[in-house]
C-alpha cells in the first residue's frame, strides 16, 4: 500500500480508502452490505494495507456508521490504526428529507453539527473522528456558524480535522480565509466527484486544492458503476446495473470514449477496466486517496489491485485526451495573458 499525507496536515492516509455508502439497506439502490459482509471487506481492506475509511451519517440513515463501526471493532485492533471519516449536512430520516417535521435534523446548524456528530461518535464506537466533513453546502446557514461549531469540535477533541465536500470554489476559499481571520480550524480535504467520465473538478476545484495545499478525495471514482465496461454505446441501460434505477453522478456522450480507450488500455494489460480507470485517477496531480466502494468481494478485490497498475505517460495522456475539459473563461484568458511569464528571463526576446 502506498500512503501520502492528507493536505497540508501530519496524518497519512492510505491512497485508496475504503467508502461505506453501501453498507446498510436504507440508501437509494446502493445500499446492499450488511453486517457479516462488511466485516470480511473491512478486513480484508485492512489486510491490503487501507487504513483509510469513510462513510456519512446520511448513509441508510446512520446504519452505515454502525455498520462500519462493529466492522472496525471486529479487527480487534488500536483504535490509532484507523482514520475515520464521516460527513454531517444530510437529513437523517424520511421527514427531514419531506422538509416536514424533524426540521432540525438537517443543515450545517449549530445545533445540528453538535448533535450529528455525537451521534456519529456513537453509531461508530469511537471517542473521536479524525475527518468530519460537510457534506454540502446549506443555503439556509451563516458560513460563520458552520465553522465555529467545528472548530469547537476540534477543540472538545472530538474531531481532529475539519472537511468540505460538495462546496464551490468560491465557497471553500471565502471558509479558509473566515478560518484564518477567526483563528479556526481550517478545511485540510475535499471530497469531490471526480473521475475519467467527470472531470468539472479540473476547472476551478483541483487548481484551488493544488494552490491551498487541501487534500483532494475522489467519490465516484467509477462513476456510478460506469466505467466498469457494462456501459457502451450498444448497450447503455443494461439490466439489473445500479444505473438503471439511479441515473448518477450526470456522464455526457464523450464518456463512452474513454470506455473505448479503457478498453484497448485493459487488454493490451491484461487488466480489468476499473483498473485503469482509477490508476489514471490515481495518476492525476493532488489527488490524495480514491474512495473505493463495493457491494461484493469480488469488486473490492478487483478495485485494490490498482494500485498495481503501472500507466506510461502515454497511455495517461490518451485517456486524458477522451474527456478533457474545455477550458472556461477566466481560466483561458489567465493562461493566455501568462504564457510569456512563466518563461525563464533569459528566454524572452527583449527586442
Keep these: 500500500m502506498q500512503y501520502t499525507r492528507l493536505g497540508n496536515t501530519g496524518l497519512k492516509v492510505s491512497r485508496l480508502c475504503l467508502g461505506a455508502m453501501t453498507f446498510g439497506f436504507k440508501f437509494r439502490n446502493i445500499g446492499a452490505v450488511g453486517q457479516d459482509d462488511a466485516n470480511i471487506m473491512v478486513k480484508k481492506a485492512y489486510e491490503f494495507g487501507i487504513n483509510f475509511f469513510d462513510t456519512a451519517d446520511m448513509y441508510s440513515f446512520g446504519q452505515s456508521e454502525e455498520i462500519l463501526g462493529n466492522a472496525l471493532k471486529e479487527l480487534n485492533a488500536p483504535r490509532e490504526k484507523f482514520v475515520i471519516a464521516t460527513k454531517v449536512r444530510s437529513p437523517l430520516s424520511e421527514e427531514a428529507m419531506k422538509g416536514t417535521g424533524d426540521i432540525n435534523n438537517v443543515g450545517l446548524s449549530r445545533k445540528h453539527i453538535m448533535e450529528a456528530c455525537n451521534n456519529s461518535l456513537k453509531r461508530l464506537k469511537t471517542d473521536y473522528i479524525d475527518l468530519y466533513q460537510v457534506h454540502g453546502w446549506d443555503s439556509s446557514c451563516e458560513m460563520e456558524e458552520t465553522l465555529e461549531a467545528l472548530n469547537d469540535l476540534v477543540r472538545q477533541g472530538k474531531v481532529l480535522y475539519p472537511g468540505v465536500s460538495n462546496w464551490s470554489a468560491r465557497h471553500i476559499m471565502k471558509a479558509l480565509y473566515l478560518a484564518k481571520a477567526k483563528n479556526f480550524s481550517r478545511f485540510v480535504s475535499l471530497q469531490a466527484y471526480y473521475s475519467l467520465a467527470g472531470r468539472d473538478l479540473e476547472h476551478e476545484l483541483l487548481p484551488l486544492c493544488n494552490e491551498e495545499g487541501l487534500g483532494v478525495l475522489p467519490w465516484s471514482p467509477l462513476s456510478g458503476g460506469f466505467l466498469t465496461g457494462k456501459y457502451t454505446r450498444?448497450?447503455?441501460?443494461?439490466?439489473?446495473?445500479?444505473?438503471s434505477e439511479f441515473n448518477f453522478p450526470p456522464i455526457d456522450e464523450r464518456s463512452y470514449d474513454a470506455i473505448d480507450?479503457?478498453?484497448?488500455i485493459a487488454k493490451h494489460k491484461n487488466i480489468s477496466i476499473p483498473q485503469a480507470s482509477l490508476a489514471w485517477l490515481l495518476a492525476q496531480k493532488g489527488v490524495t486517496s480514491v474512495i473505493i466502494g463495493a457491494n461484493?468481494?469480488?469488486?473490492?478485490?478487483?478495485?485494490l489491485k490498482s494500485l498495481e497498475v503501472s500507466m506510461t505517460n502515454e497511455e495517461i495522456?490518451?485517456?486524458?485526451?477522451?474527456?478533457?475539459?474545455?477550458?472556461?473563461y477566466p481560466q483561458w484568458m489567465i493562461e493566455w495573458q501568462n504564457e510569456r511569464r512563466s518563461l525563464n528571463p533569459d528566454e524572452l526576446n527583449m527586442n
Aim: hydrophobic content about 25%; cysteine-free.
Design 296 to 303: 461484493k468481494m469480488s469488486q473490492l478485490e478487483d478495485n
Design 234 to 243: 450498444q448497450n447503455p441501460k443494461p439490466a439489473g446495473a445500479r444505473r
Design 261 to 264: 480507450v479503457l478498453s484497448e
Design 317 to 328: 495522456t490518451k485517456l486524458s485526451d477522451t474527456t478533457k475539459p474545455k477550458k472556461l
